[in-house]
């Protein structure tokens, strides 16, 4: 669906932040992107929706060009930030994740069920008329996540979605993704806390200084995932079922 050819990134003080970049990202796909901080993953991910332009380079969504179909782009691929408490910008649960239908146009209807069926699919119903300031952390992350699927996007991305959640809310969220990707939803994960989620990955991407070093099944890198600064159980490939908090 996405696909990313030869992209660079050089900020205005000349430090390179991607460097010829090639990834493609396909349907259904649960993608583990994985590298310390600073290894580029979070400014790759802006430019796949737009937010900032490559110095060279191009990016693909269903064979053209993101940039005179951004609105598409935009809806078809949802991006939740690390700071998923910047997204929130309603009183209430059901009045935030209502706001990009409404935004769009849609009759009261639609977006009530945008709204219902979000919040169902994070496990939030029960949290509809809550006032927002007063979600836990792993509910903030989930009511995000719950904003982002009202829209009804075929690819999901999620930037470092474990910051500040203890375990309990880390399951909570891993809950939600395993349950999204079951129902053909793209999953594209940012992290560098392999130990929490890379059990549950199709494909593992390796990033560092910003450069895509490696890209493939999980098992197929596991030698290489030390070289990113990323932590990886002792042992071998045989450890990969154990990088999960999901019961």
């Given at each position: 669906m996405v696909e990313?050819?030869?992209?660079?990134?050089?900020f205005d003080d000349g430090a390179l932040g991607l460097n010829n970049v090639n990834l493609a990202l396909g349907a259904g796909e649960f993608v583990v992107l994985a590298g310390e901080n600073g290894a580029g993953k979070s400014l790759l991910m802006r430019h796949l929706v737009g937010l900032v332009a490559p110095t060279s380079?191009?990016?693909?969504?269903?064979?053209?060009?993101?940039?005179?179909?951004?609105k598409q782009?935009?809806?078809?691929?949802?991006?939740?930030?690390?700071?998923?408490g910047a997204q929130i910008v309603s009183?209430?649960?059901?009045?935030?994740?209502?706001?990009?239908p409404r935004?769009?146009?849609?009759?009261?209807?639609?977006?009530?069920?945008?709204i219902t069926s979000s919040l169902e699919a994070v496990g939030l119903l029960g949290h509809r008329k809550q006032p927002c300031s007063q979600l836990s952390g792993g509910e903030l992350r989930r009511a995000a996540?719950?904003?982002?699927?009202?829209?009804?996007?075929?690819?999901?991305?999620?930037?470092?979605?474990?910051t500040g959640l203890d375990f309990p809310s880390v399951q909570a969220?891993?809950?939600?993704l395993v349950r999204l990707h079951q129902t053909g939803i793209t999953i594209i994960l940012l992290t560098h806390e392999l130990d929490k989620c890379l059990a549950l990955a199709t494909r593992l991407v390796l990033m560092s200084?910003?450069?895509v070093i490696a890209d493939g099944a999980p098992t197929d890198l596991w030698e290489l995932i030390t070289t990113t600064n990323v932590h990886r159980p002792p042992g071998g490939p045989e450890k990969l079922a154990e990088m999960t908090w999901l019961a």
């Open positions: 990313i050819r030869n992209l660079s990134h050089r380079g191009s990016i693909l969504y269903r064979g053209r060009e993101i940039g005179p179909q951004l782009v935009r809806q078809a691929i949802g991006l939740v930030f690390q700071d998923s009183l209430t649960v059901e009045e935030d994740v209502g706001f990009g935004n769009r146009g849609w009759s009261p209807a639609e977006v009530d069920l945008a996540i719950a904003g982002v699927l009202a829209l009804r996007p075929e690819i999901v991305v999620l930037d470092e979605p474990f969220v891993l809950g939600t200084s910003g450069t």
